[in-house]
């Protein structure tokens, strides 16, 4: 079918590939003018190939095919009703979660919240075990903040960097660089006046950070988000996901230039702050859309009290998965901070077989003390229980 | 002009004669990677044929397959060119009572003569379109994908000492991608995309049938519809397409004619490469799923249509 004829069909197309941006689906011009290319040499009129055309063309990973695949049934069939689809990108399509509003709402009161006198955050209703600690961070000074940056980044550089295969030049070490030699072997007329070497170059690690969001949070969760930017930040290589009663990826949103920007962005695409927490669920959820990222070399950061509302075997067997695909789970508590605390909420008994580091994360001090214990490695770490 | 395969229909036709079952998905994927001449992206669990998409592209075009397997560390000499040193080391011995100059020497041992060719410049510079298999995507460093996003956006390579290098002709592309890591969505972008989930029963019973010869369609109902099963256990390493063959061989040199307890406990090796997930299929599932499977076929029920009632008996 030539262009001509596909006529008002490349105005649906364009709409759809809208609709798929809305849903945060990579999905640009460049997409849409290849999948208006394919349709041109495709059956149109095969149901069947009009699809796989669009879906080969407009997405590009296996995440976005299942946006793609909810979103396909409710644009063209049985009839395309076009014209009730959102006109702009602000508005969402029918993936909306319920009560998204909801979470919406608190979500954009917290990200306000900075602007607010110290002081004034709500206070979580959950037990007597959190009002003790919560004097950390939920005040504190500017330069005791500054402070916390550098910490933060000091932090990030440790669980960052390893050994790699991949080569560098070096002045001594056992590995000949032959190309360069060969080099220095010319410039010298023929003799071998020295030899190069290579060594390994420092390898970035992989960190995936789960942040709790729930309402048992709160408190923390903004010391806890600026520590997530600050680590995405240093390190480049990280993938950010916040939870409570669901998950969802804030890498994208994580990537704006100031926090503030972050904060906002933020507001905008997680659904239920605030909220109940069930973990085990969220950690499936991670592990169903985004079990690839975890490899031997990933550090797995789970940010979190352990206050679980959910099914406590969900739990088990998602912490078992995490555990056995990457390279370390560390698990930051800010209850640990506490005097007298004792990690015996079920959630936390459950968890805490699969952890590698399990460190309090409630003030300046337990930063400190848990980029120390992040230069350790996995089998020499001794894991307080 | 490039070869091309046809259309859609042509082309599942071209694969099916190469002995890969495809579906219209896949076929449609491959269709609009030649016809766009853009870079296809397989991604899917390990074992359900990936890799084999790029073997059979080149055997129904009938030209070559150039494969760059990646792993971590692979850098630009490994993958694109790299001096051949013991050969430039012979002619600096030889020429060594020569008048010439360094300068002169230099040129020689940094021309084409010297150069060792690795897949990527291969590629580029085949005497025609050759299919490119870039092997495993994700096991390479980031940087190393950054620099292959370059290949395959300009179609020239640049050696320093020799110049530019362009495409006598663009190779058609593959790139597999077991997702150890995420891609960048830059790479992502350049490329068609195509996943491909584990098959349906009727599409493995096919890929059994036409790629076990001598196998009985009794016995290759009953691996499919075992395999189909095992693959909604929450298992460690879930068995792929690779496995299922294996496993087909092993039951028929073994001269099993159906599945029974005593002959999977045997052959347990070829799917299940843990512990854990051997043990979990030994339990009572294994029973409960062999009658469910046998009670279906005696009945001649269609085990097909049997499947998900099976299914929900077994979670039951």
Partial sequence: MRRAELGDLTAHVVAFGRALRAQGVL?????????????????????????????????????????????????????????????????????????????????????????????????????????????????????????IGKLVVAIARRIATRMSRRMQRARHSHRLDLRRTMRLHLRWGGELPELAFKRPRIRKTRLVLLCDVSGSMDIYSRLLIQFVYALQEAVGNVESFVFSTSLTRVTPALRSRTLREALDRLSRTVPNWSGGTRIGASLMQFLEGWRHLLDPHTVVVILSDGWDTGDVEVLHRAMREIRARSGRVIWLNPLLGS???????????????????????????????????????????ARRE | ???????????????????????????????????????????????????????????????????????????????????????????????????????????????EAFLLRRPLLQAITHHRAPVLLVDEIDRADVEFESFLLEVLSDWQVTIPEIGTIRAKHIPYVVLTSNRTRELSDALRRRCLYLWIDYPSFEKELRIVLRKVPGISQRLAEQIAAFMHLVRRLDLQKVPGVAETLDWSLALLRLHRDHLDRESVEETMGCLFKHHEDQRLVRGPWLDAALAAIHEAQRDGEGLARALSRIERTLKA
Wanted: glycine share 6%.
């Fill in chain 1, 27 to 147: 999905c640009g011009p460049g997409e849409v003018a290849d999948a208006l290319r394919a349709l041109e040499r495709v059956d149109v009129l095969d149901p069947e190939q009009f699809r796989l055309a669009l879906r080969t063309t407009l997405v590009h990973s296996h995440h976005d095919l299942r946006i793609f695949d909810a979103l396909y049934p409710l644009y063209w069939s049985p009839s395309p009703p076009v014209e009730s689809l959102p006109e702009n990108g602000e508005e969402r399509g029918a993936l909306e979660e319920p009560g998204r509003e909801q979470g919406q709402l608190s979500m954009e009161r917290w990200a306000e919240a900075g602007e607010e006198t110290e002081g004034e955050q709500e206070v979580p209703g959950y037990s007597a075990l959190e009002v003790l600690s919560r004097k950390d961070f939920s005040n504190f000074t500017d330069r005791e903040l500054e402070e």
């Fill in chain 1, 339 to 381: 005097p007298g605390y004792q990690p015996l909420t079920r959630g936390m008994q459950t968890a805490l077989p699969f952890v590698d580091v399990f460190a309090a994360a409630h003030n300046l001090d337990s930063l400190r003390a848990l980029e120390r214990t992040l230069v350790a490695r996995r089998r020499r770490i």
């Fill in chain 2, 1 to 111: 002009m490039r070869p091309t395969l046809g259309n859609i229909e042509q082309i599942l036709q071209a694969l099916e004669q190469e002995g890969y079952i495809a579906d219209r998905e896949i076929a449609t994927a491959i269709y609009l990677s030649i016809e766009l001449h853009k870079p296809l992206l397989v991604e899917g669990a390990a074992g359900v044929g990936k890799t084999e998409i790029a073997k059979v592209m080149s055997q129904a075009l009938g030209t070559d397959l150039i494969r760059l397997q990646c792993y971590e560390g692979l850098d630009v000499s490994t993958a694109l060119y790299e001096w051949n040193y013991p050969k430039q080391m012979l002619r600096i011995r030889l020429e060594e009572g020569s008048e010439r100059t360094v300068e002169e020497k230099e040129q020689t041992i940094f021309s």
